[in-house]
C-alpha cells in the first residue's frame, strides 16, 4: 500500500455524520485561547460541500448581527469535536452560493419532512 494512504487512513476520522447541502448544522469547534481550551459553537447553513478524502470540507454560512458570516472546516480536522444536524431543507443545488445575495426573510429555505 501507498505511504501517503497509510498516513491518510490514519488521520481520517470515522464517526462523520452523513451532511448534505442546506442542512443547518451545529458545530463543536476546540479554541484555544491563551493557555486555555474551550469549545465554541458556529451554527448556520452548509453551502458547499467538497469531498476530497482527507481533504474533504465543508462551507458554513450564518448571519451574525446582521453580516453574513462564511467559514470553511475540514472535516477531519482535529479542532472539530462534533458536528450535529439540526435540521434538513429541501435544495436542489449542491452549492448554494445564491444565498451570499439573499437578506432576511428571502434567504429562507424550505425544510425537507421526513416520510
Known amino acids: 500500500m501507498n505511504l501517503i494512504n497509510i498516513i491518510e487512513n490514519s488521520q481520517k476520522k470515522s464517526n462523520i455524520t452523513k451532511l448534505f447541502s442546506g442542512d443547518i448544522v451545529k458545530i463543536n469547534i476546540w479554541v484555544l485561547e ?4 474551550r469549545i465554541q459553537i ?3 447553513i452548509i453551502i458547499a460541500i467538497k469531498n476530497k478524502g482527507i481533504s474533504s470540507s465543508i462551507t458554513v454560512r450564518k448571519i451574525s448581527n446582521g453580516e ?3 467559514r470553511m472546516f475540514p472535516l477531519h480536522s482535529p479542532i472539530i469535536e462534533s458536528i450535529i444536524v439540526n435540521r434538513h431543507s429541501l435544495v436542489r443545488k449542491s452549492k448554494l452560493y445564491y444565498l451570499r445575495n439573499k437578506k432576511g426573510r428571502s434567504s429562507r429555505i424550505k425544510q425537507r419532512l421526513k416520510k
Open 68 to 70: 453574513g458570516v462564511e
Open 34 to 37: 491563551g493557555n486555555k481550551k
Open 42 to 44: 458556529f451554527e448556520g
